[in-house]
C-alpha cells in the first residue's frame, strides 16, 4: 500500500522567492511608514483651525483644459499616481502566476479562495447593515480591500517577526485582493463608456504589448503608456485599470543572455517611487476628514460607516479565516510543524487593514467630498484602527515563535549565501 505525503500549508518557498519576498515586503513597510504619516498629517489638517485651506489645496485644479485633463489635485493623485501603484500590482500578479505561489494551481488554491471570501463575506456583511438601517448599498466593495503596505507598518510598530511562509501568504492575498478590487471598479463603478476612447486604449495596449516583446523602445513604451492611460481616463472605465493592464504585459521572465527580467528592473525603479510618492500622496489627499465642527456623532450612527467597520474587521477575518480552513479541510492539509491556527487568525485579522484602495472605491461609490465619502473615510479609518489593534495582540503572542523561526530561516553554517534550512529542500541558488 503507497501512503500519501501528507499536504502542508504555509510552508516556506525556494530560496530565491523567498529573498525577492523579502526585498519587496521591506520597502512596501517603509511606504507603509510614510503612508501613516501622510495620512495622520492630512487629519490633523483637516481637524485644525486652518482645515479650509486643507480642502482648498486638494480641490486645486491643475492641468491643461483638453483631454479631461484639467483635474483637481486630489483626482489627479486617485488617477494619475495610483495608475503607477495598479501598474506594480499588475506586474506583481503577473510574476506570482509566472514564478511565484500562484503558478502552483495546488499551492495557489488557499491564498485564492481566502482571498475571495475575504471580498465576498465583507461586501454581504456591509449589504447587511445598510438593509437593516436603511443604508446605501453602493458603497458594498469599500471594505473588500487589503492595505499590503499598512499592514506591514503595522507589523513593523508592533515589531513582530512573521516567518516568510506566512509573510507571502499575505502578499499573495494582497495581489489577488487587488486583482479583484481592479475588476469590480471596471465592472461595476463605471457608469458610461466612450467605444472610441475604449477602442484606442486596446490598440495602444496592443502595440504596447508588441513593443514589449519586439525591440523595447523606453520612449515609444512611455508613449503608448501614456496613450491608454489617456484614452482608459476618458473611456469612462476608472485610469487606474490601465495601470493594471500594462502592468500585465510587461515581461517577469529574463529573455536571452539577461541576469534580470524587465519587469524586474521596471519594478525596482519604480516601486520607490510608488511607495514613497504616489501611495502617501494620495492618502494625504483622500483622508482628510474632518471631524470637528459636529457631525461625528451622525457619522458614527450612519449605516455605511458600521457596514465599513464591520466589513474590515468581522468580514475580513471570518472570509479570509474561514476560507483558509475550507480548503485545509477539503484538501485533508495540515498546517506546517511551526505554525498554529491562532496565527492565520492573526492574519486574517491583519488584512482587514484596509486603506489605499477601499478610499478610492469609496470616491468612486459616492463621490469626492460628499457626506457619505466623508463618513467612509471616517469607518475606513477606524475599521483598520480597529483590525491593526486586535492583529497585535494575537500576532504579538506568538513573537518568540516567530523569532525562532526566523533565526532558523536566516541560519547559513556553511557560509554559501543560502540558508541552510532553504538548501535542505533542495538545490538553490545564491545569485
Given at each position: 500500500?503507497?501512503?500519501?505525503?501528507?499536504?502542508?500549508?504555509?510552508?516556506?518557498?525556494?530560496?530565491?522567492?523567498?529573498?525577492?519576498?523579502?526585498?519587496?515586503?521591506?520597502?512596501?513597510?517603509?511606504?507603509?511608514?510614510?503612508?501613516?504619516?501622510?495620512?495622520?498629517?492630512?487629519?490633523?489638517?483637516?481637524?485644525?483651525?486652518?482645515?479650509?485651506?486643507?480642502?482648498?489645496?486638494?480641490?486645486?485644479?491643475?492641468?491643461?483644459?483638453?483631454?479631461?485633463?484639467?483635474?483637481?489635485?486630489?483626482?489627479w493623485?486617485?488617477?494619475?499616481?495610483?495608475?503607477?501603484?495598479?501598474?506594480?500590482?499588475?506586474?506583481?500578479?503577473?510574476?506570482?502566476?509566472?514564478?511565484?505561489?500562484?503558478?502552483?494551481?495546488?499551492?495557489?488554491?488557499?491564498?485564492?479562495?481566502?482571498?475571495?471570501?475575504?471580498?465576498?463575506?465583507p461586501?454581504?456583511?456591509?449589504?447587511?447593515?445598510?438593509?437593516?438601517?436603511?443604508?446605501?448599498l453602493?458603497?458594498?466593495?469599500?471594505p473588500?480591500?487589503?492595505?499590503?503596505?499598512?499592514?506591514?507598518?503595522?507589523?513593523?510598530?508592533?515589531?513582530?517577526?512573521?516567518?516568510s511562509?506566512l509573510?507571502?501568504?499575505?502578499?499573495?492575498?494582497?495581489?489577488?485582493?487587488?486583482?479583484?478590487?481592479?475588476?469590480?471598479?471596471?465592472?461595476?463603478?463605471?457608469?458610461?463608456?466612450?467605444?472610441?476612447?475604449?477602442?484606442?486604449?486596446?490598440?495602444?495596449?496592443?502595440?504596447?504589448?508588441?513593443?514589449?516583446?519586439?525591440?523595447?523602445?523606453?520612449?515609444?513604451?512611455?508613449t503608448?503608456?501614456?496613450?491608454?492611460?489617456?484614452?482608459?481616463?476618458?473611456?469612462?472605465?476608472?485610469?487606474?485599470?490601465?495601470?493594471?493592464?500594462?502592468?500585465?504585459l510587461?515581461?517577469?521572465?529574463?529573455?536571452?543572455?539577461?541576469?534580470?527580467?524587465?519587469?524586474?528592473?521596471?519594478?525596482?525603479r519604480?516601486?520607490?517611487?510608488?511607495?514613497?510618492?504616489?501611495?502617501?500622496?494620495?492618502?494625504?489627499?483622500?483622508?482628510?476628514?474632518?471631524?470637528?465642527?459636529?457631525?461625528?456623532?451622525?457619522?458614527?450612527?450612519?449605516?455605511?460607516?458600521?457596514?465599513?467597520?464591520?466589513?474590515?474587521?468581522?468580514?475580513?477575518?471570518?472570509?479570509?479565516?474561514?476560507?483558509?480552513?475550507?480548503m485545509v479541510?477539503?484538501t485533508?492539509?495540515q498546517?506546517?510543524?511551526?505554525?498554529?491556527?491562532?496565527?492565520?487568525?492573526?492574519?486574517?485579522?491583519?488584512?482587514?487593514?484596509?486603506?489605499?484602495?477601499?478610499l478610492?472605491i469609496?470616491?468612486?461609490?459616492?463621490?469626492?467630498?460628499?457626506?457619505?465619502?466623508?463618513?467612509?473615510?471616517?469607518?475606513?479609518?477606524?475599521?483598520?484602527?480597529?483590525?491593526?489593534?486586535?492583529?497585535?495582540?494575537?500576532?504579538?503572542?506568538?513573537?518568540?515563535?516567530?523569532?525562532?523561526?526566523?533565526?532558523?530561516?536566516s541560519?547559513?553554517?556553511?557560509?554559501?549565501?543560502?540558508?541552510?534550512?532553504?538548501?535542505e529542500?533542495?538545490?538553490?541558488t545564491?545569485?
Amino acid at each position: 500500500m503507497t501512503i500519501r505525503p501528507i499536504r502542508r500549508v504555509f510552508t516556506r518557498g525556494d530560496w530565491p522567492e523567498a529573498r525577492r519576498v523579502a526585498a519587496l515586503l521591506r520597502q512596501e513597510t517603509v511606504g507603509g511608514a510614510l503612508l501613516l504619516f501622510a495620512a495622520l498629517a492630512a487629519l490633523v489638517w483637516a481637524n485644525s483651525p486652518w482645515r479650509d485651506s486643507y480642502h482648498d489645496l486638494v480641490a486645486a485644479m491643475i492641468g491643461p483644459d483638453v483631454l479631461h485633463l484639467q483635474l483637481s489635485l486630489a483626482h489627479w493623485t486617485s488617477d494619475g499616481l495610483l495608475a503607477i501603484f495598479f501598474f506594480l500590482a499588475g506586474l506583481e500578479l503577473k510574476h506570482e502566476f509566472t514564478h511565484g505561489a500562484l503558478r502552483d494551481p495546488g499551492k495557489a488554491a488557499v491564498p485564492i479562495v481566502a482571498a475571495c471570501c475575504g471580498v465576498a463575506i465583507p461586501a454581504i456583511l456591509y449589504a447587511a447593515c445598510q438593509a437593516l438601517g436603511a443604508g446605501a448599498l453602493e458603497g458594498w466593495a469599500i471594505p473588500t480591500a487589503t492595505d499590503i503596505a499598512f499592514a506591514l507598518a503595522v507589523l513593523a510598530v508592533i515589531g513582530t517577526h512573521l516567518p516568510s511562509a506566512l509573510r507571502s501568504f499575505l502578499l499573495t492575498l494582497a495581489v489577488v485582493d487587488d486583482l479583484i478590487a481592479i475588476t469590480i471598479i471596471a465592472l461595476f463603478y463605471t457608469s458610461s463608456i466612450s467605444p472610441v476612447w475604449l477602442a484606442v486604449a486596446l490598440v495602444a495596449l496592443a502595440g504596447f504589448g508588441l513593443t514589449m516583446r519586439g525591440n523595447r523602445n523606453p520612449l515609444l513604451l512611455l508613449t503608448l503608456g501614456l496613450i491608454a492611460w489617456l484614452a482608459v481616463l476618458n473611456s469612462g472605465v476608472h485610469a487606474t485599470v490601465a495601470g493594471v493592464a500594462l502592468g500585465l504585459l510587461v515581461p517577469v521572465s529574463p529573455r536571452g543572455d539577461e541576469r534580470s527580467s524587465l519587469g524586474s528592473r521596471i519594478d525596482s525603479r519604480l516601486r520607490p517611487f510608488s511607495a514613497a510618492v504616489c501611495v502617501p500622496l494620495f492618502a494625504f489627499c483622500a483622508a482628510g476628514v474632518t471631524v470637528v465642527g459636529g457631525g461625528l456623532g451622525d457619522a458614527l450612527r450612519d449605516p455605511v460607516t458600521i457596514g465599513v467597520v464591520v466589513g474590515l474587521v468581522l468580514g475580513k477575518t471570518v472570509g479570509v479565516f474561514g476560507g483558509t480552513a475550507l480548503m485545509v479541510r477539503l484538501t485533508r492539509a495540515q498546517l506546517d510543524d511551526d505554525l498554529e491556527w491562532s496565527d492565520v487568525f492573526g492574519l486574517s485579522l491583519l488584512a482587514g487593514v484596509g486603506f489605499t484602495v477601499s478610499l478610492l472605491i469609496g470616491e468612486l461609490a459616492f463621490g469626492s467630498g460628499s457626506a457619505a465619502d466623508e463618513h467612509v473615510k471616517l469607518g475606513i479609518l477606524a475599521g483598520s484602527l480597529l483590525a491593526a489593534i486586535l492583529a497585535s495582540v494575537v500576532l504579538r503572542s506568538r513573537n518568540a515563535t516567530y523569532r525562532r523561526i526566523q533565526q532558523q530561516e536566516s541560519l547559513d553554517e556553511d557560509g554559501d549565501g543560502v540558508p541552510d534550512c532553504y538548501a535542505e529542500d533542495g538545490p538553490q541558488t545564491a545569485s
